[in-house]
């Protein structure tokens, strides 16, 4: 005679219960898992996030603690099977998803392959998705063999679905390197840092070689001095630069998911070493960098315009000031070199000179008193000329004004201007300021007075085609939200192709003045959920308001903020429903900057996380955006669940 245990005894009295609203085979599917682990009738902490790991749930430990001592009615550490079985549909089977599952469900209980590729072309804009292709993410996401061997999906197959990767709010395809890399340097977006050593402010804060490692910008700026000030116990700057350069030409082209960037890097300098200290930097960057370096032009002839990122690939690019001409470079190149420690006299500018009415930063003078008193007797920095040899496509030229650059640059010059400047040539001279830029590589820079290392609002620069805003990648931020949602375009490159209308010779371009020129769409996203968002850093009962702010930045006629309302006492499962529509003029521009935050009564409110993407970049439909926090690091499995729609007017 067979022995029945307690939790066979159980399973027969809760299977009516269940399968009155379940599908049988979910059911025993579900039995069949967690059948081991409940042989001795109840389970604690431990063997739930076993069981739920074994179910491949992505969960938050802080939310899963929370509702399993709510569950643990007799306060013992133990649950039941039906406690876990509800911690699981909690997590898992939210009402949201099983709603949307239910309303293409003939019967309530399974997804036909017909049935899903109807969801895919209504509900997910994949308007040529036939059955073939709903077989194919049954067999990828639905777990119960059953129901894959009858091509139908059930709620857990769905649910699966639904939170995978091609459910992202970003573009799958956008993840990879999928535009047109033949275009000269000057026709992208570049992604920049400045003063990337610097991991604190910029004044007393320390320096690190984290600084150049942990960044996958595609400008670096680097800075080289003869003063002491960046002593690291034995390690003098120099020596700190050389290792930075080793940290970049090892590790830099990197990304986070471990493939290799391809594309140019740009070191820019910020020389202000003596000639002899100038000659054993460009010593060091050949020795290191060796024949990653660029040092000849492609066709050893002088460019008549900048090559691309794919003539380019594999190479760094040294951004400094130039003696003489390229073309001077060029002719020495077939001969050998005569007394390479000659020295070019050229006054210098500093790539960081500062637009206040001082002329100088803060910074500089509390460290280059005796630079100063050199430039205001007239002494001139001299420029080595081995190290001017290295600067080829990106030659440091002081910025004047627009109509001097039309008259006198070369391709292969760049400026560097300060953000004061800069902003004031954006308010006066908006479509001249885009018709330099489409011709040179522009590098925008903060303000001196920044001594905290906080940072100004990329968004308008890039309006008008600049294209190395460097940010003060070490403090997090609104504006590094920006820049980090940007360049996860085109596979995370670093580089972005600009619009076709900051491209264009011609370009009559002014960000101020865009109404119906520029493909306007009309955009409606519904904050439908969120899911185990983060707990309030105020709140020790890890209990919060959560509130969605969406925030449009573009041009100036795109800039817009809404939000929902607070959701009270909830941030493992808040509904919200709510939707907003706006009109976004320039769609090629703009960024959409998804934050959650706990509302507070009196403080203001808690940064609970953010997401960031472009505008084009993101998926319509049913989607989750993934949070991610200040720092840029993932907070899953918080998200939030939205429908996506937009339309060109």
Same mark, same amino acid.
């Given at each position: ?66 509702v399993f001592k709510k569950n643990d009615k007799q ?26 599952f239910s309303s293409y469900s003939a019967n309530k ?354 309006? +008008?085609?600049?294209?190395?805003? @460097? /940010? ?6 609104? !504006? $590094?939200?920006? =820049?980090?949602?940007? #360049? ?68 100036p006629a795109d800039m817009t903020k809404r939000q ?19 009109? +976004?003029?320039?769609?090629?521009? @703009? /960024? ?6 706990? !509302? $507070?009564?009196? =403080?203001?409110?808690? #940064? ?42």
């Amino acid at each position: 005679m067979k022995i029945v245990n307690a939790v066979d005894i159980f399973r027969i009295k809760i299977v009516n219960v269940v399968e009155s609203s379940l599908n049988s085979l979910s059911y025993t599917w579900f039995m069949d898992m967690i059948y081991d682990e409940f042989r001795e009738g109840k389970i604690n902490i431990d063997k739930t996030l076993k069981l739920l790991n074994k179910f491949e749930v992505s969960y938050d430990y802080v939310h899963v603690k929370k509702v399993f001592k709510k569950n643990d009615k007799q306060k013992s550490g133990l649950i039941t099977m039906e406690d876990f079985r509800a911690i699981y549909r909690m997590l898992l089977h939210r009402p949201e998803l099983v709603e949307l599952f239910s309303s293409y469900s003939a019967n309530k209980k399974v997804l036909s392959s017909t049935n899903l590729a109807e969801f895919l072309r209504k509900e997910q804009f994949e308007l040529s998705a036939n059955e073939g292709r709903a077989v194919s993410l049954i067999n990828r996401y639905e777990p119960i063999p059953e129901a894959r061997s009858q091509k139908e999906m059930t709620i857990e197959g769905f649910t699966r679905y639904m939170l995978s990767e091609e459910c992202s709010l970003f573009k799958t395809e956008n993840k990879t390197v999928y535009q047109d890399m033949n275009f000269p340097l000057c026709d992208y977006f570049i992604s920049s840092s400045h003063n990337t050593y610097l991991i604190q402010d910029q004044l007393i804060g320390p320096s690190h070689l984290w600084g150049y490692a942990k960044e996958q910008e595609t400008c670096v700026k680097i800075e080289s001095r003869k003063t002491e000030r960046f002593k690291i116990g034995k390690m003098s700057f120099c020596l700190f630069v050389i290792v930075g350069l080793k940290a970049i030409n090892a590790g830099i082209r990197y990304t986070d998911n471990g493939k290799a960037s391809d594309y140019p890097i740009i070191l820019s300098l910020e020389n202000h070493c003596s000639p002899p200290q100038q000659e054993r930097m460009a010593a060091h960057l050949l020795d290191i960098l060796r024949d990653s370096l660029c040092t000849t032009t492609i066709d050893n002839a002088v460019p008549t315009e900048l090559p691309s990122p794919e003539q380019l690939k594999l190479k760094i690019l040294i951004k400094n000031k130039k003696a003489g001409s390229l073309q001077d470079t060029l002719h020495r190149r077939g001969q050998k070199y005569q007394g390479l420690t000659e020295e070019t006299e050229d006054t210098m500018e500093s790539d960081d000179e500062d637009d206040e009415s001082t002329g100088r930063t803060l910074k500089k003078t509390l460290i280059r008193k005796q630079s100063k008193k050199d430039k205001e007797k007239g002494h001139k920095v001299k420029v080595a000329l081995l190290l001017s040899e290295l600067v080829i496509y990106t030659a440091s030229r002081k910025f004047v004004s627009f109509e001097d650059s039309k008259e006198k640059q070369k391709c292969y010059q760049n400026n560097s201007i300060g953000e004061v400047k800069g902003q004031k040539l954006i308010s006066r001279r908006a479509p001249d300021f885009v018709s330099h830029t489409v011709r040179f590589l522009t590098r925008i820079y903060p303000k001196g007075t920044r001594t905290d290392s906080s940072n100004y609002d990329p968004q308008e620069f890039w309006n +008008v085609g600049c294209q190395l805003v @460097a /940010l003060n990648f070490q403090t997090p931020g609104v !504006q $590094m939200d920006l =820049l980090i949602g940007k #360049f996860l375009d085109n596979g995370g490159s670093g580089y972005v192709l600009k619009p076709e209308f900051l491209r264009r010779r011609d370009s009559a371009f002014d960000p101020f003045n865009v109404a119906d020129r520029y493909n306007p769409i009309t955009l409606t996203i519904k904050i439908i959920s969120g899911c185990q968002l983060p707990p309030s850093n105020l709140s020790k009962s890890n209990k919060a308001d959560p509130l969605v702010k969406i925030e449009i930045h573009g041009v100036p006629a795109d800039m817009t903020k809404r939000q929902t309302s607070a959701i009270k006492n909830n941030a493992l499962n808040p509904r919200w429903n709510e939707t907003f529509t706006f009109t +976004v003029q320039v769609p090629d521009l @703009a /960024l959409i900057r998804f934050v959650v935050e706990d !509302q $507070m009564a009196v =403080l203001a409110n808690d #940064f609970l996380g953010q997401f960031t993407l472009p505008l084009l970049s993101m998926n319509k439909g049913y989607r989750h955006v993934p949070l991610v926090s200040k720092l840029g690091v993932t907070l899953k499995p918080a998200s939030l669940f939205v429908y996506i729609w937009y339309f060109q007017q």
